[in-house]
């Protein structure tokens, strides 16, 4: 008896054949579930850039329940989801991305433990504009999920993506967007 599914290398002359990449079904449900958590991001996102209708039917039906910081909360439990019965690789960009993540969030969004780094951020002019920061939080998200199923790379790559490469956009875009977009 066989299992296709279950194929092992083999040599045959200078060809190798490779074993299939299976994701079980398991695996894409939740992959996809952690994806869908992204729209739990739209009602703050879109707030941020003078559209604040969504989130106003949000917290109007939701109460505190669907408060801009209860939908990052909720945005993370559904994404951790993902990362424990997902297909991610490596978790230490996942990991990373959380703490760097939740620190680009308590800048845009006034979460109440968090106020002190609220304050200390839009004392300094480029980090003062919420959603360059909601933004950046955002990305260094989408590129820690893009990273974790990367199996070459090591941490260095890892603090590069995900802390500098963000972090020095902000910095230019807090330097040069504003007087661009006329904040």
Do not use: C
Not at 132 to 138: E, I, Q, R, S, T
Not at 175 to 182: E, M, Q
């Amino acid at each position: 008896m066989s299992d296709s599914s279950n194929v092992t290398p083999q040599a045959t002359g200078t060809n190798v054949q490779k074993a299939p990449k299976s994701t079980g079904v398991r695996q894409k449900i939740f992959n996809a579930v952690g994806w869908l958590a992204f729209a739990l991001l739209a009602p703050p996102v879109l707030t941020m850039f003078k559209l604040p209708q969504l989130q106003e039917i949000i917290t109007t039906n939701m109460g505190a329940w669907g408060s801009p910081i209860a939908l990052v909360i909720y945005f993370y439990v559904i994404l951790f989801l993902r990362v424990f019965f997902g297909s991610d690789q490596r978790y230490t960009p996942v990991l990373l991305g959380y703490a760097l993540s939740f620190l680009y969030f308590s800048i845009a969004l006034d979460i109440g433990f968090m106020r002190w780094l609220y304050d200390l951020a839009h004392r300094v002019p480029f980090l003062s504009y919420d959603a360059m920061n909601l933004v950046a939080g955002v990305a260094v998200i989408f590129l820690s999920n893009a990273l974790s199923g990367v199996r070459k790379a090591n941490w260095a790559v890892d603090v590069i993506v995900l802390a500098l490469l963000p972090a020095g956009a902000l910095v230019a875009a807090g330097i040069y967007l504003p007087g661009l977009l006329g904040f």
